[in-house]
């Protein structure tokens, strides 16, 4: 599923790309003296939609591997009763402090252990290394959002200097740009960690 969805997004991105260089064609064929200041502006902002396309790519590269190793994790059989733990007591998820372990607690864990014949204590280290690894991950995902969010308002820039100059079609085609970013913001939107810090294998709808 999240290969199909990685697919759509690279779809996206070279339609980005197909439509930016459209617009700028568009803009060299008209006679001038020089290039106006829109044309100015749009190169500006193709340019900064190349680093976003690079950083929304890697985000996607990164979350494709993460996810795999959440599946790998969730498939284990004794997943789920430890995720129930896991619900029960927060403090073992969080991974920045080190939760403390109440006899109620011990009493869950071993029990556990001892049924599935696993050390509780690795379980809960892989677990809370995937949560450190989302968490760097929405971070990144956060980043490429805000500056996929500055490319649009370039671009928004591009449209109202071509519709003051009368120039309809080139204002109608950087629009486009602009609906179309809208659509890689909602896709980068749809992934968000679940309830134990972790990404799943597909987009939240």
Not at 108 to 121: A, F, G, I, P, Y
Not at 164 to 190: F, N, P, Q, R
Request: proline letters at 3%; hydrophobic letters at 40%.
């Amino acid at each position: 599923m999240i290969g199909k969805t990685f697919g759509c997004v690279t779809g996206c991105i070279l339609l980005i790309a197909s439509i930016t260089g459209c617009a700028g064609l568009q803009g060299r064929g008209r006679v001038t003296a020089g290039p106006s200041q829109a044309e100015v502006k749009l190169v500006e902002a193709n340019k900064a939609l190349d680093a976003v396309n690079e950083q929304s790519s890697a985000f996607y590269a990164q979350l494709s591997s993460v996810t795999a190793e959440v599946s790998e994790l969730r498939s284990r059989p004794y997943w789920n009763r430890f995720e129930q733990i896991l619900l029960e007591y927060p403090s073992l998820r969080d991974p920045d402090n080190e939760a403390e372990i109440t006899p109620d607690m011990e009493s869950r864990l071993s029990e556990w252990s001892l049924k599935w014949k696993t050390e509780w204590e690795q379980t809960l280290e892989d677990y809370l290394r995937l949560v450190d690894k989302c968490t760097i991950l929405e971070a990144k995902k956060l980043a490429a959002r805000e500056k996929l969010f500055a490319v649009q308002a370039k671009y928004l820039a591009v449209v109202i200097m071509e519709a003051s100059a009368g120039h309809e079609k080139e204002a109608k085609e950087t629009y486009s740009v602009v609906e179309a970013l809208d659509k890689s913001s909602a896709e980068l939107d749809s992934y968000q960690p679940d309830d134990l810090g972790l990404y799943s294998s597909g987009p939240r709808r």
